[in-house]
């Protein structure tokens, strides 16, 4: 007997049935919003008590579309999305951070020409999607014939996406929560270029996330040591008592692209 390679099925499917349903005559009935299908219906997905079922389509629709295209890893770029790059002359207050942009977009590059080796399974540039420091991992890895993952966000300014992001790996998210969890389920190391407040919370999320032993260890690279030491008094904490000594080591200064990609190839094997 042959056994069918994938089972017959004995019912449409949803998108059969979405189909079907759109093509019924237009009568009080069937114009009415309790007709429509529930999965295709904005106004229900939408309510309140639906909540828990947005936050797990917003989990599945990435999740599957990595695991589809057979991405098993990245390297995470953090920055802020107000350094722009220095050629056009932009940046106002962040001119002088103007470097960070050319070290962002180096890096990337670096980084996706290894992913390419790998046939852009491992080390995939994964960046919030919007311009800034998340423009130039985009751009660095499209310049090197690469791939980037783009995880934006609905916001009300900054967050448009990028021209770099790959088209069909550009996601955009609803809660920040799941979008946090992306970044990081795949995350082989983490670089972290100057930002604000959002490039803040993604840098103590993940070290919280290491510090608790909820996050295996992986290389938190912090590009700019002038900068971070200046924003933030990482032996004051630790003579404070609340950070353990050890816990500066964590992380990792680089001031250069090429610096950073050593640091990630000189980390232990799991």
């Not at 295209?69 to 802020?80: E, K």
């Not at 609803?174 to 969890?181: G, L």
């Not at 003579?239 to 250069?256: K, V, Y």
């Amino acid at each position: 007997m042959t056994i069918p390679s994938e089972p017959q099925r004995r019912f449409p499917d949803a998108r059969e049935d979405l189909e079907q349903s759109d093509r019924v005559p237009g009568t009080p009935q069937t114009l009415d919003p309790s007709y429509r299908l529930a999965f295709s219906d904005a106004d229900f997905l939408t309510r309140e008590e639906l909540r828990p079922v947005r936050l797990q389509l917003e989990l599945l629709k990435t999740e599957m579309a990595l695991a589809e295209r057979g991405i098993a890893s990245t390297v995470v770029m953090f920055g802020s999305a107000r350094i722009h790059d220095p050629a056009t002359g932009a940046g106002g207050a962040t001119a002088a951070l103007g470097r960070y942009y050319e070290e962002a977009r180096e890096f990337a590059r670096l980084c996706a020409i290894r992913a390419l080796a790998t046939g852009n399974r491992e080390g995939v540039v994964c960046t919030g999607g919007g311009p800034g420091i998340m423009e130039a991992g985009s751009r660095g890895a499209a310049e090197a014939g690469g791939i980037s993952i783009s995880l934006n966000i609905v916001l009300p300014h900054e967050q448009t996406p990028n021209i770099y992001g790959t088209p069909d790996l550009s996601f955009n998210f609803h809660y920040f929560a799941v979008r946090k969890m992306h970044f990081l389920m795949r995350a082989r190391a983490i670089a972290v270029f100057p930002g604000g407040f959002g490039t803040l919370d993604e840098l103590f999320e993940v070290l919280t996330l290491v510090q608790s032993g909820r996050m295996r260890r992986l290389p938190i690279l912090l590009f700019g040591e002038e900068f971070w030491t200046e924003v933030v008094d990482w032996q004051a904490l630790a003579d404070a008592g609340t950070i353990a000594p050890e816990d500066i080591g964590l992380f990792s200064f680089a001031d250069s692209a090429a610096q950073a990609v050593a640091l990630i190839d000189d980390w232990p094997a799991p």
